[in-house]
């Protein structure tokens, strides 16, 4: 289970702060399917960070499964990247010179399993998101779809519970994007949490509940169903009357 | 992680630009070879010098007229002229120092050899039979100088290889008479090739007998004395002993007596410490290729920045990312050590096969400190860019920042 409470993170920029996120308070729980929406700079991506514990928050607490990761040091944090939470990026991030096959087997190699082990779970995992005939290419052999899947794979060959996406069909056609919207579907209904973090109301419409930002608040909370266009999000009067309170806001300082 | 997963990390990082990775490896070969093929000089000298005694023989002592002044002071023999060495020393010291096995009184001069049409001015290295066997000379035909006292004097010389080649071409020298200077002497024996040896060039010069040059040359004393002593006996004590003597017979002690172990470690030392310096400027170098090492790692930190995010993001640890990037610096310095060693003792064996006289071989305490010192090169350059790349936002390094 997820639990953020008044979780702010403010950057320095020139001088004058900056705040990415204002106060988000959250409960994910275990086995849920969030899809985050808001416009660009809302802080989106700041707040997918944060539950990944790649970033830290400047003011607030973050719980996850109970501890608070505020804690733990920085080799705790990996030993949590590393068994409990799987990435997906808009970009994929596969390594250009290995293999998708070596691209899978990449968290295991600091996990310091066995290059036997590393190979076998690394080639099911393959199969898994269909692409047991693609093991040997490198990522420019690959098309963005199939990219996305070994990425997908490697996210979750170490078997996280928690699976954050980022955007994660962001570089892709709406077939190719379906098909990975698909595999993501599936390891949900497998059991694990999902957060997904999109642009598209399509995506997030398969989610269970969308969080909506905006100047890094959530400004709606609603479901996947009553997600039917952006403007609907958007341009609510409630939504409205945040943008010009802070308007207010910003004139008094 | 274990280290054969960082290798094969590292060699994967490295193929990827080969180019790079080729030319900054070439700079840390470039302060191996020098290394590598200058100690192989160094000590190939030490070694050159080193035999040019040995065939001297076990132990020998050697006695030069004249006192070796160093100090400074009154020069000594004022109002007395010193006296020198005589053929009368030598048989004495033969027969009364135990420790000596031989004495061999020389006399060294320079004259013309003249056969036919055909003479050369060539030195004339004035001797006894036990000449041959000190300095381990070889005949080629006929004999060496016969055995006898130093005094007796034949007009038979023995003659060099080259001097016997250039006075007499293909033909056989052995009985032809040649004339040095005014004097015909019968030719005995022709020594076969020597090549260079430290002080003496053998195959140019010619050997007659000590008594004979002495008296061609009208000189009562000799150029030297060489002793050679009993395989066990004590040199130092030897050298009392003949000093002792030499005072007693000469009144003062106006000659210098030296070992040529003493001789030998002096000039090893000198060889030594001028090879080191040499090898010391060498190894700038391997800190300049360093310098080139730490430049591609920062450039490759930069651009795989993304990558580094990536470690990070899917549980890569700081330990683990700075270990990456170190193993990676470690691998193109090592590459470029052993690529060095390669080449250097390819340089090294092409030139003994240039100057065979000097028998190069790079030492393997030698090896193992440019190894040592080409990884640490790696290792200590490569510290600041991995730390980088370990230290390294991951959500900005993520975007490429």
New interface residues.
Partial sequence: MIEVEDLWRTYEMGGHALHALRGVNEVIEDGSHVAIMGPSGSGKSTLL?LL?C??SPTRGQYKLAGQDVAELS??AL??????RIG?I?QSF?L????TALQNVE??M????LH?GERRERAEVALVSVDLADRAGHRPNELSGGQKQRVAIA??TV?GPGLLLADEPTGNLDSRTGAQVLDLLGRLHDEGRTLVVVTHDPGVARRADRVLVLRDGEIVRRVSGDEVTDLGSLFSSVEDADKVSEQAVQKVGR | MTLVDLLQFAGNALLQNRRRSALSLVGVSIGVVAVVSLTAIGEGGIRFVADQFSSLGASVVIIAPGRNETTGGIPRGIGGIPNDLTLRDSIILERRIQSVRHSVPISVSTDTISFGQRSRNVPIIGATSDFQRLQKLEVASGQFLPEGEADRGDSVVVLGHTVAKELFAAGNPLGMTVRIGGWRMRVIGVLAMRGTQLGMQVDESVFIAVATSMRMANRSSVSRIMLELYPKADPDRAIEQVKKLLIERHDEEDFTCISQDAVLESLSSIIRTIALAIVGIAAISLAVAGIGIMNVMLVSVSERSAEVGLLKAIGATRRQILGVFLVEAATLSMLGGLLGLAAGTGLVLLGNQLYPAVDAATPIWAIVAVMILSLGTGVGFGVLPAWRAANLDPVAALQGH
């Fill in positions: 960070n990944g790649l970033d920085g080799d990996a030993e949590i990247r590393l068994h990435f990026f991030h390594v250009p010179r290995l990449l968290p190699i600091f996990a310091g290059p490697r996210a170490m």
